[in-house]
C-alpha cells in the first residue's frame, strides 16, 4: 500500500486476514462501483463486466501474496 493509499485509506488487497473476511462479491462490487463515491477508488463498472471483475478477485486478487507486488504473468520475448 502507497502513501497516497494510507492517506485515502485504501485496503492493502494482499493482507490475508482482510482477504479471509471479505466475501467475492464484496471485492466485486468495490471493483464495479469504486470506494467513496468513486473517489479514493475509481469504479471500473463503465470498463469491466461483473464477470470480469469476478476474474480478477479470482485470479489475481485471491492468488496474490502479502508484500509481493501484483504483476501481470507475461512472457517477455527472449527471456524464458
Not at 10 to 28: A, F, I, Y
Not at 56 to 79: L, Y
Amino acid at each position: 500500500r502507497s502513501a497516497t493509499g494510507e492517506r485515502l485509506s485504501g485496503r492493502n488487497l494482499t493482507d490475508p486476514d482482510w482477504q479471509k473476511s471479505t466475501r467475492d462479491d464484496e471485492m466485486v462490487k468495490v471493483i464495479l462501483n469504486g470506494i467513496f463515491f468513486g473517489w479514493s477508488m475509481p469504479r471500473f463498472r463503465d470498463a469491466l463486466t461483473k464477470d470480469e471483475a469476478q476474474r480478477i478477485v479470482t485470479e489475481i486478487i485471491r492468488t496474490s501474496k502479502k508484500g509481493k507486488t501484483i504483476e501481470p504473468d507475461v512472457a517477455v520475448p527472449g527471456k524464458n
